[in-house]
């Protein structure tokens, strides 16, 4: 009816080409007398200068049309009282109309529309446990003329409320409680809407209460035991309790969801040593709003013992260090791992200490940055130590060392050690090869697990670098597959070859025919110093190159040499330090 009425009255009176302001209306308070107390601000400008009518009052009675009920002139007035409006039986709805008139019509600006009702009681979302005190939320008041609301603390001892706080602002529905604390009981608050003429609302009766958590261990039988309140007054009631868990400072998980009617949950099997927190999660059965509880840690005393640690492989890595892989029992409690090394599998030495960190994981690889792996092989065995610090054995396992030699046809022979660990078999050995001095690696061979020889001919890449790199890789897998992965490999060191160079050079050259240039040809080119110089009859030096790539044309100072015999003497040097010298006749001819 109120909006119809509005609608209206900007039909009959359309707006002119000036501004105006409306009143805000404050709040409408009933007396004790039964006449009710119209508050309002005037706002700087109501009206342009001299334009002012007056503030048009209209009332609703028990939910009836408006009508006007008063015309105040008084721009400064903030005020009126309805005489005998029965404020305390009748259901009186206001708002205020600014009329204004420059002379060419009225105009209006309307208010809120603001009840003598009393403000309703705010719905509370929740209240929840947090790290600085306890916090509620609640649904913004249903009146627009709530100014602020009032916190309470209900104290059940007492059966009292107690004021904590005013909270000012209809959209400030947060308020933390640092007085009282979450961790020591259970905390219940409630709370009321206030209007701006400080007349208190509705109080909510219901209170709503943090979840205080407790916990309990038994230390012979290895469980603890969480306990704690119901959550009380959702308005839909709880759907359930879950459960969340923290272990060794890691991150809360979910696991575990109860029944709203389930207070207690018991952890069996727990862990000596570990570290758990525990927190209580209440979820609201329709609307899912949560509380959480208070947080509770404690730090498990109970032993158990690895029922084992066992080597998952030991390989080259990045052909300077061995890396270590070995599978521990998760469930244990330990505290750290011995790795023990030697070069005869036997009178195994320490060489390190590898905590355990929790939560355990398996497999857990740690590297042997002092295992010279270009010399020989070398055995691992391992221990683990638990909480209390009793000593375990493990299992052994042991390194690949490849080895070989070249002969002056370039045939390489290539040696290695059998691969071992304990509980797996191995299936084959692949022989790889890199032609790019160890950038590259591609497989060039297999054999079985009986064979540690192979045999490669090079000659085939005399055009080639002659750096050629070779490694083993051995594939086994374990027969007890819950443990470790099948397709295991294990790495060889890498042993590298340099092959033998052949020196070819043309006896003659014809400037102006078709061998027209002197250049030597060195299989497996794969050389450091080379220099060429080419000498005249009497001695002198009349080409120099540092380039194999490039050859001599005949020429001296860009003028063709005389037919003849000339000396040359070519040098260069190995990758291995081995150095070559070549002196040698080529004859001119045109």
């Not at 359930?240 to 207070?263: C, D, H, R």
Request: glycine share 6%.
């Amino acid at each position: 009816m109120f909006r119809i009425l509005k609608i209206l009255i900007l039909i009959l009176f359309p707006l002119l080409s000036f501004s105006q302001a409306a009143v805000h209306l404050n709040c409408v308070s009933n007396l004790q007398n039964g006449d009710v107390v119209i508050n309002w601000n005037v706002p700087a400008q109501p009206c342009p200068a001299g334009c002012f009518v007056g503030y048009n009052i209209f009332v609703s009675t028990n939910g009836g049309a408006f009508t006007l009920l008063t015309n105040i002139n008084n721009a400064a007035t903030t005020t009126f009282t309805q005489v005998g409006a029965a404020g305390g039986t009748n259901n009186l709805n206001y708002f205020i109309q600014t009329e204004c008139n420059c002379g060419g019509g009225s105009i209006y600006a309307y208010s809120d529309t603001v009840s003598n009702q009393q403000i309703p009681k705010p719905s509370i979302n929740f209240i929840t446990a947090n790290s600085n005190g306890t916090t509620m939320n609640w649904a913004p008041s249903t009146s627009i003329q709530t100014f602020a609301y009032i916190v309470y603390f209900y104290d059940p001892s007492l059966s009292q409320y107690f004021i904590l706080d005013t909270i000012y602002g209809y959209n400030n529905t947060t308020y933390t409680d640092l007085i009282h604390n979450p961790n020591n009981s259970s905390v219940a608050l409630s709370v009321a809407g206030m209007d701006s003429c400080f007349s208190l609302g509705q109080f909510n009766t219901t209170p709503q209460n943090t979840i205080f958590l407790q916990l309990s261990q038994d230390r012979c039988n290895h469980a603890i035991t969480l306990s704690w309140n119901d959550y009380k007054n959702w308005q839909k009631g709880v759907k359930e309790y879950e459960i969340y868990e923290s272990m060794n400072g890691g991150p809360f998980a979910k696991v575990q969801t109860l029944n709203s009617a389930t207070l207690t949950y018991t952890f069996n099997s727990v862990h000596d040593g570990d570290s758990l927190c525990f927190f209580v999660k209440a979820r609201e059965n329709i609307l899912n709003d949560t509380s959480i509880s208070n947080e509770v840690c404690i730090k498990i005393n109970v032993v158990q013992p690895p029922a084992y640690t066992m080597y998952q492989n030991a390989s080259v890595y990045q052909n300077n260090s061995v890396q270590i892989t070995f599978v521990p029992d998760v469930t244990a409690d330990l505290k750290s791992f011995n790795i023990l090394r030697s070069t005869t599998n036997s009178n195994y030495s320490f060489i390190q200490s590898v905590n355990s960190a929790k939560p355990l994981l398996s497999p857990i690889t740690n590297n042997d940055g002092t295992a010279l792996v270009h010399q020989q092989a070398f055995y691992y065995f391992i221990e683990s130590v638990d909480s209390c610090g009793k000593v375990f054995a493990g299992t052994h396992c042991n390194t690949i060392f490849l080895s070989g030699d070249i002969d002056g046809n370039n045939l390489t022979t290539l040696r290695w050690n059998p691969f071992h660990v304990d509980s797996a078999i191995v299936h084959s050995y692949d022989i790889l090869r890199s032609n790019n001095g160890g950038q590259t690696f591609v497989q060039i061979g297999n054999v079985d697990s009986t064979k540690f020889i192979f045999i490669d001919n090079l000659q085939q890449y005399a055009t080639s670098s002659d750096s050629f790199c070779y490694r083993v890789e051995a594939h086994f897998n374990f027969a007890n597959k819950l443990f470790v992965p099948s397709n295991n490999i294990s790495l060889s060191n890498d042993w590298c070859a340099h092959c033998y160079s052949e020196f070819f050079a043309p006896n003659t050259i014809f400037p102006k025919g078709k061998n027209n240039l002197f250049k030597p040809i060195i299989t497996f080119p794969d050389i450091e110093n080379y220099q060429m110089i080419i000498f005249n009859r009497y001695g002198e030096k009349i080409f120099i190159s540092n380039d194999y790539s490039t050859g001599w044309n005949g020429t001296f100072s860009g003028t063709e040499v005389p037919q003849g015999n000339y000396t040359y003497l070519i040098t260069f040097q190995k990758p291995d330090g081995k150095k070559f010298v070549q002196q040698g006749n080529v004859v001119v001819i045109y």
